[in-house]
């Protein structure tokens, strides 16, 4: 098993609850990897699962620019699970791993949610984001902006009544 963040958007979370499995874009996932162990020169285990975290909700980021979903806050989501059968991918990125099938409800160990705080640098966030990825200084400190919002942490059990109330 290994410990992975899931990079989602609301939708998918809604998608999960509902089928009680969702398979990651892509495969794609984020762990504290032998890569990114050796990318950090100090740091324990929960400083590089939060650089792993913080990866998959730039991710997720993507995914929301991606997603047409306009009925949904926007906010980041990320997943938090134990995964069988995950491959490293280092020629992708430091904590990147590919999650083969699916994740089911119960290997769920915790997700993470924007607040309502965060709805407007994110949704400025993704106007620019591929912007960002080209360079444009502007752009980065927008997305920059996104990022220095923290994520909320919910309890598995809790997904179901955070999806209600949003």
């Known amino acids: 098993m290994v410990r992975v963040y899931v990079p989602m ?11 009680g499995s969702l398979r990651p874009v892509n495969g794609t996932a984020f762990a504290v990897t032998p890569t990114l162990r050796e ?43 134990d995964a069988e059968d995950v491959t490293l991918r280092p020629d992708l990125d430091d904590a990147v791993v590919r999650v083969a099938g699916e994740i089911p409800l119960d290997a769920v160990i915790a997700v993470y949610v924007d607040t309502s705080a965060a709805e407007a640098a994110v949704a400025a966030a993704l106007e620019v984001i591929d912007e960002a990825d080209l360079g444009d200084e502007d ?13 909320a942490w919910y309890a598995a059990q809790e997904l179901p009544f955070l999806l209600e109330l949003l």
Request: negative net charge; charged residues 30%.
């Open 139 to 151: 752009a980065e400190l927008a997305v920059g902006d996104a990022q220095d919002h923290d994520l």
């Open 9 to 19: 958007t609301l939708a998918m979370l809604q998608r999960l609850v509902a089928d």
């Open 39 to 81: 990318a950090y020169a100090e740091g324990d285990d929960d400083e590089l699962a939060d650089v792993a975290l913080r990866d998959a909700a730039l991710a997720s980021l993507r995914l929301l620019a991606d997603e047409a979903d306009a009925t949904l806050p926007a906010r980041r989501a990320v997943l938090e699970a």
